[in-house]
């Protein structure tokens, strides 16, 4: 059975929790990178016997608008999907009831979702380490039973929770800048999931495109980019109590 990994993960976490899941469901994955900001996804088309694990990030309870807009211009042709929203042990709100719509809005046949959990991608000690081993065993148990309802030829979509309309979105408004150790290598423009920065000069970055995604940070070889450390502060109180509690993945099958 070959699988369509298709994944939207900036700083690495989603695809993460996405390998875990797609690499106990076969053995024959076919990689499709959402976070590319060049690519060209309308050349992607599945047919019908194919399935699909479609990833992507909780951004304040919503889909990242990127990975709307570019799972939106692949052919699903009724392809089953597997949905996965990983989150940062906040809450992922409406996020899995957007990525359904839009899945099957592209075509795709939604037989069943996923919710797990990443370290946060903007305050990184939150999830430290996660997706772990217990993550890993837990997801490893689900694609069990997703395998067995898609040999069953089972195409019943499951009930997915959220909200329509959907929460209003917003982004965290923090944009990385690079400091001191910056040498201008151009890295994170050419990785900059939306091409918000300047490739001749990193520290111009178009604030009302940047995501909030944290990629920059995340790949700068030199350690180069960071947010504004007063705003990180009070997002890093501002989330603790909601996300102190360990949460645990959920299947919806």
Known sequence: MKVYEICFSPTGGTKKAADMLAEALSDEIQAVDLTDGKGSFSDITLEKKDVALIAVPSY???VPQ??????SM?????????LVCVYGNRAYEDTLAELQDTAKQSGFCVISAVSAIAEHSIVRQIAAGRPDVQDQKTLREFAGKIRTKLEAEDNSEPAIPGNRPYKKGGGAGMVPKPGKKCVKCGLCSEKCPVQAIDPEDPGKVDAKTCISCMRCVAICPHSAREVNRVMLSA????????CAGRKECELYI
């Not at 990127?66 to 799972?71: F, H, K, T």
């Not at 692949?74 to 597997?82: K, P, Y």
């Open 74 to 82: 692949i052919h699903g042709n009724g392809a089953r999907a597997v």
């Open 66 to 71: 990127p990975a709307i807009q570019r799972l």
């Open 60 to 62: 304040g309870g919503r």
């Open 235 to 242: 997002a890093s109180v501002m989330l603790k109590k909601a």
